[in-house]
């Protein structure tokens, strides 16, 4: 094995212990539902956000594009830290994306921080950007449920397992910081 295939097992183990705040085994990942609101005026350029969720034992894990610019392959980041209470629909999370590029191959470092609530039919909130420790203007989001449901009846048996399933998305349009 060369040391690409190291680094790559350590970051995803990594992404999973540190970022996640989960065990390396013990809960199952279900493929649970999709909101987006995603938008082109020219069918060339998009704007918007499709947040993923799959369920755990506890709770979620996910990933989210944020859609600015060309259509397709937007910045995707996994969530971390999330917290959702069930009874009053209330959801949190942060992710980092690297959402610009300078076009010489210097990429921001984008932190993000959710705040909202989840229900059937809607996710809604408002989303906190900081980049290179300077606060950008809030983004409201109402983004509603994807009636397709693009991975069936997927089931992982760990959250390590879904995260490695992640791992080329990740690393083609993941946060390079």
Known sequence: MNCHHYFKSFLLLFL??????????????TFDRVYTKVESSTGEHCSGWTIELWKT???FVGTADHHRGLCGDPPTGLLENVRYDIHSGSLSFSIKLSDSSD??????????TFIGYLTADK?????????????RPSESLDLDRANAAPYGNRVYDSVADWVRS???ILEFRGPRC
């Open 16 to 29: 999973q212990i540190v970022l996640l705040g989960m065990p390396c085994f013990a809960q199952t990942v």
């Open 57 to 59: 034992g506890t709770g």
């Open 103 to 112: 076009g010489y191959g210097k990429y921001s470092c984008d932190s993000l």
């Open 123 to 135: 996710l809604v909130g408002i989303m906190n950007w900081e980049s290179a420790g300077i606060k």
């Open 166 to 168: 992640r791992g080329d």
